[in-house]
């Protein structure tokens, strides 16, 4: 349970206190044109208004530590307002009297500024209380303010929180029965076949190391990427053996064009889980990468096989990185995944990104 008091409440801002002098200000102002115009402007007019508008302003600041220390700005708006109609108003009462005292015994006026009558007396103190509603329909409406941009912050923040998880994620997720059969099937070469076993085992910790090594990047080379994806081919080629042949077309210009890490290599995971390793005769992948003249890179990656994603299911790593690309390029970026129209048994994926060069007050 949250406590309140008054030592707890925090400090004006210096925004607050900008407002608070300004709005005050005004109220001067206001206030000596009003009774200039029943009267002749003159410095005791001048002392009279002093008098009259900085206790209101030392009273609107006392309610708004009270505010602050009993915590009305999480309270729903009836409750609110029912300590707002009662504190208001003792206020306005309690201002008169400070007023009329300092009216009386320290400026003095002549008798036309004296103050006299309870009827004046009650005149100006719901004039005071109009102003204390006045003020605090401002105070609460820019702490109101404060709180729904706060809470749009906190909203993109936690959205921003869950993307990168997931990016995270991604760029980590490397499909553990693809690791164990890798390591099975090292094994297996260990005895008949040493230096292709080493060799294998090379291109494995490689893939690990760049899976693990990227936690901190957003973006990589795609010559490096392309790396990884020769070693996570080779494995593969391991284990479907002669049912597995691929190729690797790429543009030289375009190997240093920042892509997402971890994108090829699931586009690659995906064409040989899903078409070619349930095809007993196997099937082939073909990579192309080029640069076009409008400053994009395209990427492609055909594959045998047929795409028939399930609707709203087409997996959470493909979702995974649509998003990430949306996230990192915006409506610029695009990746489309379909049967190649005139191929039959041939899927093609489709990745078009922009070239880049690098990786991209309060009131109290």
């Given at each position: ?259 997402p890490p971890m994108t090829l290599q699931l586009l690659v995971e995906n064409a040989i889980k899903h078409g070619l390793a349930p095809r007993p005769e196997g099937g082939s992948i073909q ?78």
């Amino acid at each position: 349970m949250t406590t309140f008091s008054y030592a707890s409440a925090p400090a004006p801002s210096r925004l607050y206190w900008r407002l608070q002098l300004l709005g005050w200000s005004l109220y001067f102002v206001f206030n000596v044109v009003l009774f200039s115009v029943f009267g002749r402007f003159s410095g005791e007019l001048v002392l009279i208004t002093t008098a009259i508008v900085l206790p209101v302003m030392g009273l609107s600041h006392a309610l708004r530590y009270h505010i602050r220390a009993n915590g009305w700005e999480l309270l729903p708006p009836l409750p609110l307002l029912g300590r707002l109609l009662v504190t208001n108003a003792l206020l306005s009462v309690l201002s008169q009297v400070i007023i009329w005292a300092l009216l009386i015994w320290v400026v003095k006026p002549s008798a036309d500024g004296r103050p006299h009558g309870w009827a004046q007396f009650m005149g100006y103190s719901l004039n005071v209380n109009f102003m204390l509603w006045l003020w605090a329909g401002f105070y609460f409406g820019w702490h109101f303010f404060h709180r729904y941009k706060q809470a749009e912050v906190d909203k993109w923040r936690l959205a921003a929180a869950v993307r990168e998880a997931e990016m995270r994620t991604l760029k980590a997720q490397i499909n553990p029965h693809f690791l164990f059969n890798g390591l099975n099937n090292i094994r297996a070469l260990v005895m008949e076949d040493p230096t292709r076993a080493r060799t294998m085992m090379t291109h494995l910790s490689d893939l690990l190391r760049y899976s693990i090594q990227l936690s901190a990047a957003e973006q990589v080379p795609l010559g490096r990427e392309l790396e990884i994806v020769e070693h996570y081919l080779q494995l593969e080629a391991l284990q479907l053996e002669e049912r597995l042949t691929y190729t690797l077309d790429v543009d030289p210009a375009a190997e240093q064009v920042l892509i997402p890490p971890m994108t090829l290599q699931l586009l690659v995971e995906n064409a040989i889980k899903h078409g070619l390793a349930p095809r007993p005769e196997g099937g082939s992948i073909q990579l192309t990468a080029q640069l076009d003249g409008a400053g994009q890179l395209h990427v492609s990656i055909r594959n045998t096989g047929r795409y028939q994603p399930q609707p709203g299911h087409e997996g959470v790593g493909v979702r995974n990185a649509r998003e990430r690309l949306a996230l990192l390029f915006g409506p610029a970026a695009h990746l489309d995944i379909d049967n190649h129209p005139t191929e039959p048994d041939t899927v093609v994926a489709h990745l078009r990104l922009p070239v880049r060069a690098e990786a991209p007050a309060t009131f109290h």
